[in-house]
């Protein structure tokens, strides 16, 4: 997950990142990288990444499914 702070010339483009609901074994790091133990539940999390000057958010879904039978 890549967020992209405009205007250009902001002068604060620092963002934090955070996914609901918390989850044991679910997380996404302060870059916006994703990461999941095989033991969180399939089901659909909101991703939020919000300026930390400004108080400007945008949010995501992101939706995990049970695997393929074999994988």
């Known amino acids: ?11 604060d483009k620092k963002v934090a990142y955070t ?3 918390i989850t044991s074994g679910l997380a996404i790091n302060q870059i916006g990288k994703v990461t999941w133990e095989a033991t969180v539940s399939a089901g ?9 000057d400004g108080d400007f958010t ?5 939706t995990l499914t049970e695997p393929e039978a074999g994988e």
């Not at 659909?44 to 930390?52: A, L, N, Q, R």
């Not at 945008?58 to 992101?62: D, M």
């Open 19 to 21: 996914i609901a609901p």
């Open 44 to 52: 659909e999390y909101t991703i939020t990444v919000k300026t930390v």
């Open 58 to 62: 945008a949010t995501t879904k992101l």
């Open 1 to 11: 997950m890549v967020a992209e702070v405009a205007p250009t010339n902001a002068t």
